[in-house]
């Protein structure tokens, strides 16, 4: 009977036991079920990014509304004493009540009876979680500026809140909440942030009794201030701005820790080297100094990894604090004319198209371009050199040969390329410049220009800039996806061009800015005005981009884009060679040219008449023509220029000699000017006589006959060089050579 009655009353216990852990279950259930709309927008909440360099070097912390900062930090990464100093100076029974400490509260309750008066609180982690949780919910962007009234009711509704915690999340995860959101006072919440702003520290750096202090602090944060406020660190301010309004950091989901239902960012490293982005900074602002009298207010520089694109220092103004100067623009992005920087894309697509080989001879003689709208280029120092090798043209930055290269080449064809070559919205420029595009006249960015520079260093291959380091975790290890612009070729020749220190002596002299102790390939330019002045430096490792000017737009007196842009890129690169702990590579030549012999003058197979032969490149398999253009005649050595370089003869004196001649050769008759449609002014004030030159190449016979309004004007014989008088009105002009017509119109005006 006595087994059988024990036996009931196990059962009883048992029954009952299961009862209760049902009904907990039950309850528990219930408080996870019940609405929380409160939490789903507390774990919405942005937090603060640190942003680090490609060595760990903090780069920025950033602010969120009204210059508020809170970090982020897992639970993992929290150290243990600090987790068991707050647990033991808010709520020693933490990881034993179920939110709500009910010991506490009764012991509260009578104390605060007994009293009269409110002497103790009860008040858990948890409960002060959702307090929080609360007040972010009613002051909307984490505004804690209110305070509620301690009312019975809003105590009832943190219990409420507190158990619907306890029902979805662990202790853990409760902890590592709460320590992420306290605030601590001067605008910092969070266990990480406080560390920094009171001790300057990490919080895996914190010692004990700083720990204490901080756990102190949440009680009574207006009592507390620290005796020296932390410097957030605050570089490369243009490229944060430009990574965070382009949404690069958008996709945080993809890469960024998540914390329960929310991705909450926090950490990102960029492909930035703080010690090169020190380095450019240096170097910019030496350089400005040094340009105070020649009204030059800032400057930028993009330097980046030539083999992976990663950025390595972006500088984006003299100072983003300079409100006299705008320094919160970005001249990285700001897009200005790039000058004759422009020009080796234009050479290299005159070579992918077989415009040119790279022992031609490009024309620097006086020329006209276009109709009713005359385009007249001239050289930087008002000189003409007659016929000059490829290669210098480009290294000498000559401006007649590239606008003759352009016009043979085709404004749509350059424009097409510089598209390929990411230019974003280049090709309305490029139209609207015409045949000055190939000084420059467009408009560009160094965000642009640099990568596309870097093809020629890069066997023609064009690879996207890179703004993260490896280090992230969200990048996966993909191959870098290439786009082959030009021939490995041709980018090799290009780069032989740009980098020979002979072949820019005649736009630069001997003596270089530019001149390294390592192959480099460089490029200058200086827009019209002097409004901009740029430079571009490279390495098969390495390039930089500079610019200089004012945003204002304000000319520069006396630089040009060959004195400090390329000063400064020049030492930026000694930088990153020097600190690299390879060896320089060296620029490699081109796999299906091999260097021959040529003469000078006209680029051909060389003659024993030739006076001088210099080596250039030239394409295996296909030999070049014998030189016809010096011959021996009499016992005197004669030089035969083709016909295009007649004016520049007669004009030269140096040249004008028996010696020197036009070699006159059947070919169709060209009206160089006028041009068709051509409008000419005249100055009425003037007592000299104005005239309309004419000028013509080609033609079967060694004499024309001039037309002008249906009466003829006069026979010439070669050179086909004249001129008639300027007499206002609308003209018609016909040209007789032999059986050959050809009219133009022009006015004068």
């Keep these: 009977m006595m087994k059988s009655l024990s036996g009931i009353l196990k059962q009883k216990k048992v029954k009952m036991v299961i009862a209760v852990i049902a009904l907990v279950a039950a309850v528990h259930f219930l408080f996870m079920l019940l609405p929380y709309p409160e939490l789903e927008v507390f774990l919405q909440r942005e937090f603060s990014t640190r942003i680090y360099d490609r060595k760990n070097n903090l780069v920025q912390i950033t602010a969120l509304q009204n210059g508020l900062r809170r970090e982020f930090v897992s639970q993992t990464e929290i150290p243990k004493n600090i987790k068991q100093a707050f647990v033991k100076a808010e709520d020693k029974r933490f990881y034993f009540h179920c939110g709500v400490d009910f010991i506490a509260a009764l012991r509260a309750l009578f104390q605060n009876v007994s009293s009269g008066r409110k002497v103790s609180g009860a008040s858990t982690i948890t409960m002060q979680l959702a307090k929080l949780i609360s007040l972010n919910y009613q002051n909307q962007h984490n505004e804690f500026a209110k305070v509620l009234t301690r009312s019975y009711s809003q105590k009832l509704t943190e219990i409420l809140c507190a158990l619907k915690l306890e029902a979805r999340f662990s202790k853990k995860q409760i902890l590592e909440l709460y320590l992420n959101s306290i605030p601590f006072g001067n605008n910092v919440e969070g266990i990480q942030s406080a560390s920094r702003l009171y001790f300057a520290k990490d919080i895996k750096d914190l010692k004990l009794e700083e720990i204490n202090t901080l756990s102190l602090i949440p009680r009574r944060p207006v009592f507390y201030s620290p005796e020296k406020k932390f410097v957030y660190p605050f570089y490369v301010p243009h490229l944060v701005n430009y990574l965070r309004s382009n949404n690069f950091f958008a996709d945080e989901k993809t890469f960024l820790r998540k914390t329960y239902k929310s991705a909450i960012p926090y950490e990102v490293h960029l492909s930035i080297d703080m010690d090169v982005q020190n380095c450019a900074q240096n170097f910019a602002d030496r350089a400005l100094e040094n340009a105070k009298d020649s009204r030059v207010s800032n400057i930028s520089v993009l330097a980046i990894d030539v083999q992976t694109g990663r950025i390595l220092a972006w500088v984006g103004s003299n100072s983003f604090f300079d409100e006299e100067n705008s320094g919160q623009i970005d001249g990285v992005r700001f897009k200005n004319q790039p000058g004759s920087s422009i020009k080796p894309f234009l050479y290299a697509l005159a070579l992918e198209n077989k415009i040119v080989i790279p022992t031609s001879m490009l024309p620097d003689v006086p020329m006209e371009f276009g109709n009713s709208k005359a385009y007249i280029p001239f ?147 200086t827009s019209n005005q002097y409004q901009n002045i740029t430079a571009l430096g490279a390495t098969p490792r390495y390039a930089v981009g500079v610019w200089m000017g004012n945003f204002s737009g304000e000319t520069v007196v006396g630089k040009t884009g060959s004195s400090l842009p390329a000063w400064v890129a020049k030492n930026i690169l000694d930088f990153l060679e020097n600190s690299d702990s390879l060896e320089s590579l060296s620029l490699p030549e081109p796999e299906n040219y091999s260097k021959q012999k040529v003469c000078r003058l006209s680029g051909f197979a060389p003659s024993e008449n030739c006076p001088s032969t210099v080596y250039e490149f030239v394409e295996n398999g296909k030999p070049l023509l014998p030189c016809s253009w010096h011959k021996k005649e009499n016992g005197a050595f004669v030089t035969y220029y083709p016909e295009q370089y007649q004016k520049w003869l007669s004009l030269n004196e140096n040249f004008n000699s028996p010696q020197n001649r036009v070699l006159y050769s059947p070919s169709p008759l060209e009206i160089l000017s006028p041009r068709n449609n051509a409008v000419f002014f005249i100055d009425k004030s003037s007592p000299l006589e104005q005239t309309v030159k004419i000028e013509l190449t080609g033609g079967t016979e060694n004499e024309i006959e001039i037309y002008i309004d249906g009466k003829i004007y006069g026979k010439i014989h070669r050179p086909f060089l004249t001129s008639v008088p300027a007499q206002l009105g609308q003209h018609k002009c016909k040209i007789l050579c032999g059986n050959e017509e050809k009219v133009v119109f022009y006015e004068v005006k």
């Design 379 to 525: 050289n930087f120092n008002n000189r003409f050199n007659g016929p000059v090798r490829l290669r210098t043209c480009l290294a000498s930055s000559l401006n007649v040969p590239a606008v003759y290269l352009l016009n043979k080449t085709g404004v749509s064809e350059f424009a097409d390329k510089l598209d390929e070559l990411h230019f974003s919205d280049i090709k309305e420029s490029v139209f609207r410049a015409d045949l000055s595009m190939a000084l420059g006249a467009g408009e560009v960015s160094l965000l642009d220009f640099v990568p596309a520079f870097s093809v020629f260093v890069r066997d023609g291959k064009y690879i996207p800039l890179e703004y993260f380091s490896e280090k992230n975790s969200f990048q996966k290890n993909e191959k870098l996806k290439y786009e082959q612009i030009f021939s490995s070729d041709v980018s090799r020749i290009i780069a032989s061009f740009l980098s020979e220190k002979g072949a820019r002596a005649l736009g630069f002299g001997y003596y270089q800015t530019f001149e390294t102790e390592y192959q480099s390939v460089f490029k200058t330019g």
